[in-house]
Nanobody, 119 residues
Framework: QVQIVESGGGLVQPGGSLRLSCAAS????????MGWYRQAPGKQRELVAV???????NLADSVKGRFTISRDNAKNTVYLQMNSLKSDDTAVYHC?????????????WGQGTQVTVSS
């Protein structure tokens, strides 16, 4: 089994910064793509940023230039640095990991961490 745990959310003023972390643990052979998705109240879950094992990234247009995704393969951890935050960034942020275990490959989700941007 694989566990995904996010941390780093909170309340921040517009223009502020937060750094989210997501650590995967358990029966892991390789983690391919890791990423962040978010879901605001009344809206569908949307992609924020993903990063491949080799470092290739893909970010939503709405966060380009403000957010940076990175990962530490040795720690099975992915980070999301969020700068110049706006009220529209308020959402629950979920981490996602495409994991190969010894006998299966599966996609796992974390429980989510709340990010609230408000003055």
């Amino acid at each position: 089994q694989v566990q995904i745990v996010e941390s780093g959310g909170g309340l921040v003023q517009p223009g502020g910064s937060l750094r989210l972390s997501c650590a995967a643990s358990g029966s892991i052979s390789v983690i391919y793509v890791m990423g962040w998705y978010r879901q605001a109240p009344g809206k569908q879950r949307e992609l924020v940023a993903v990063i491949a094992r080799g470092g290739t990234t893909n970010l939503a247009d709405s966060v380009k230039g403000r957010f940076t995704i990175s990962r530490d393969n040795a720690k099975n951890t992915v980070y999301l640095q969020m700068n110049s935050l706006k009220s529209d960034d308020t959402a629950v942020y979920h981490c996602n990991a495409d994991v190969r275990s010894p006998h299966v490959r599966n996609t796992y989700w974390g429980q989510g961490t709340q990010v609230t941007v408000s003055s």
